[in-house]
């Protein structure tokens, strides 16, 4: 099992969560499509049920909150990356021309965290560390394996992330539409053009999930109402699919080819 033992190094992705309009009929599905095991947590989380796989933290499902006469947000998988100060890092957000959506806040004694859109509108998370570092397991069947900006604006995104986490986007190797983010020279997600995805739609973060069969894992979120949006297809790094769950996250599913 590919077990992660060690802190995150800041501005990878750290962890995945959803806040859902229906809690337990997320923590079902996902229960039924990957194997995870997870319950409402405690009242003072706010509910929040961290998600394990094998017995080790895969992921987190909310409640969907919102301040009374608000409209509910949406229910989609917000993606977080990591940082050993998170005060600085919204400081660093804000003044390279992000939006503060939810500002820093302790999560008891697991760590800080934060809520921002970048100057396009994808909206991420960002994560301190306590006690709790994030995904305990990932790269495994049911496990997080990879976390995609889709954006319009590549060089703002460089420009972007490159100020508030040091990440840096670069070409992928014998692809001009596609870009690696790299923290100290490791590839640690992707970029995507938001022109590849359905007109109308937003720029975004794409958790995507690794999984044994794709076709299986798409066919079993349709028999769940859910929606396939990219029938499976093979492609360079695998064969992939992405759907929305029940409840209208959007996520993708792959099984990565052989190394």
Known sequence: ?????????????????????????????????????????????GGYAVCELNGKAAAGIGPAMSPEG???????????LATTDAQATQDAIVGAGGTLLAPVM????LGRMLIAADPQGAVFGVWQPGEFSGAQVVNEPGALTWNELHTSDVPGASAFYGEAF???????DGNDQYWEQKVGGRSVGGVSLLANDPP???AHWLSY?????????????????GTVLAPPFDMV?????VVADPQGATFAMIKLAPM
Not at 211 to 220: E, F, G, I, Q, Y
């Open 200 to 202: 109308g739609t937003p």
């Open 106 to 109: 302790d999560v008891g004694p």
């Open 166 to 172: 040091g990440i840096e986007i670069e070409p992928a």
């Open 237 to 241: 790094a695998g064969r992939m699919t």
């Open 1 to 45: 099992m590919p077990e992660v033992t060690t802190p995150y190094v800041t501005g990878t992705p750290c962890w995945v969560d959803l806040m859902a309009k229906d809690q337990q009929a997320a923590l079902d599905f996902y229960r039924d499509l990957f194997g995870w095991q997870g319950q409402p947590g405690p009242a003072e989380f």
């Open 70 to 80: 608000m409209p509910e947000p949406p229910t989609v998988w917000t993606s977080y």
């Open 209 to 225: 999930f690794a999984v044994d069969d794709v076709d299986s894992c798409a066919d079993a979120v349709v028999k769940r109402t």
